[in-house]
T-cell receptor, first 113, second 115 residues
């Protein structure tokens, strides 16, 4: 079972470059989300989606864009990378809170120079 | 806004002993869910235990149990008979009892197991 797949696992960018972190799930989950993990800060929610065509902002949305054109995919876009966006990014999905746990991808380590 | 606070950045426990990790949260909702997730060095996030706010009975999963105090907005995790494999970051998380809402995490507690 693939579960939640994130790509790439590692990426180095220069300031000002753009990139997209890909996230795909094969569990037919309605709910998908992106978190960033920084030392001492825990997991902070960037954006989330409760279904295709619906997205909403989390705690730290600035500098990131998302879209949800299909149930399976939820890409995270950095339009102009900044060193403050150096972090480990996690994509997670679930049927919804009432139905159980969040399933996480393996994480993507992004470094912005 | 809902918040989740874990006041212990790091803890240590002797192998085979019992340890309790603290978590408090702030919400005005009456219907919500609480979670404890474990993140070992592999970085993979693993659900440890889940508690529905409407249930008075504390959730248990083998050696893991919670002490859910709704009035005090407290949700601590007790690990009994600690094992070396329990060494990890532990995150407390909150979700409002609405299918269409986000899940918020605390900053985490790093647990060390001393052999």
């Amino acid at each position: 079972n693939a579960g939640v797949t994130q790509t790439p696992k590692f990426q180095v960018l220069k300031t000002g470059q753009s990139m997209t972190l890909q996230c795909a799930q094969d569990m037919n989950h309605e709910y998908m989300s992106w978190y960033r993990q920084d030392p001492g800060m825990g997991l902070r929610l960037i954006h989330y989606s409760v279904g295709a065509g619906i997205t909403d902002q989390g705690e730290v949305p600035n500098g990131y864009n998302v879209s949800r054109s299909t149930t399976e995919d939820f890409p995270l876009r950095l339009l102009s990378a900044a060193p403050s966006q150096t972090s480990v990014y996690f994509c997670a999905s679930s049927y919804g809170q009432r139905d159980g746990e969040l399933f996480f991808g393996e994480g993507s380590r992004l470094t912005v120079l | 806004a809902q918040t989740v606070t874990q006041s212990q950045p790091e803890m240590s426990v002797q192998e085979a002993e019992t340890v309790t990790l603290s978590c408090t949260y702030d919400t005005s909702e009456s219907d919500y869910y609480l979670f404890w997730y474990k993140q070992p060095p592999s970085r993979q996030m693993i659900l440890v235990i889940r508690q529905e706010a409407y249930k008075q009975q504390n959730a248990t999963e083998n050696r893991f149990s919670v002490n859910f105090q709704k009035a005090a907005k407290s949700f601590s995790l007790k690990i009994s008979d600690s094992q070396l494999g329990d060494a990890a970051m532990y995150f407390c998380a909150y979700g409002r009892g609405n299918r269409d809402d986000k899940i918020i995490f605390g900053k985490g507690t790093r647990l060390h197991i001393l052999p």
